[in-house]
């Protein structure tokens, strides 16, 4: 046997001392890593689930090995409404809070819990892209430590019954059993629709409409689609009650820990999310009529002006808007 040459010796060596190199940095990599919890009750198959797909893609690009981006959906990781809490205890990172969470904190933001108050996406856009949302996201920030990276469109809100009913007008739905999220802010709007409100966590609602302990539930097309309320439901009324909204929300923990060129890239991982989802959901919008007619659902259009009218009423002269800023509604309005 001869033994190692001094070139063997040094290779050897350098391998070694290489592959430590490696180790260490590999090591320091992942503790400086920024764990990024997101949770949501998405379903897989919604486009507001997979667009966090999206945004890890662009941060694995434009920030490789800075976040430990870690996706819960099916509110397996908290409930839904728990969300701003969990962050702010510091055990949650990310998620989409929606007009309804944000106002048990910021009341004013009870204007976007309005039916009729947003006209369409491209409005919803305006109004959250523009001054007014820049006001209303540092009341945001102020008061939930939340910081909002982008306005995201959830969808228009429409009526979807178990059985077959005649619905024109508010009055049409006195009695019915609507499910709504279970806070005070979604049950008026389900009162100011004529319906009967009913709370119950969006995972609960598929098994509501088949065992019939609910009557109807609402929600954007897409999501009738994604969560497949199609299945154990006959009818959809397009009342467009609500062009809703979610905010893709980071905690202000995380969010003043970043530097100016990590803030960037976070925000705008999130704004192609953001845009992701919506131009899906738009275009789903487009489409799923003649989907959900071909599964044997019939489409009802009421008197949405009637809704309109008995809904604007109902909500001007509630508590909630004594609490809007004044002129608030009117720059709303007149935005284009
Ligand atoms: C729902 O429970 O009906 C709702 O649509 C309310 C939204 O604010 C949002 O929480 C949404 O569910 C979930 O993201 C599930 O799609």
Redesign the pocket.
Known sequence: MTSPTFSMISRRTWLTVATAIGLATQQAFAQARQLLRIS????PD?W?AKMWTVMKEQLDKTAPGLFDVQISLNASLFK??AEPVAMARGNLEMT?I?A??IAKLVPEFSIFTAGYVIRDPAHLMKVFNGPIGDEMFKRVSEKMDITVLAPIY?GT?QLNLRDLRKVNTPADLKGVKLR??GSKEWLFLGEALGATPTPL??GE?YLGLRTGTIDA????LP?VKS?KFYEVTKQITLTSHLV?A?FIGVSNKLWNGLNPDQKAKLKSAAQAAAQYNNAQRIADENQLLAYFKSQGLTVTTPDVAAFQKSVQATYLQSAYAKVWPKGLLERINATK
Not at 40 to 43: D, F, L, M, Y
Not at 217 to 220: F, I, K, T
Request: hydrophobic share 35%.
């Open positions: 949501t009750p998405a379903v919604d507001h839904q409404g989409t929606s309804f969470d959830y809100r709504m999220p966590a969006f609602v539930q609402d929600n954007p999501t969560a809703d979610l």
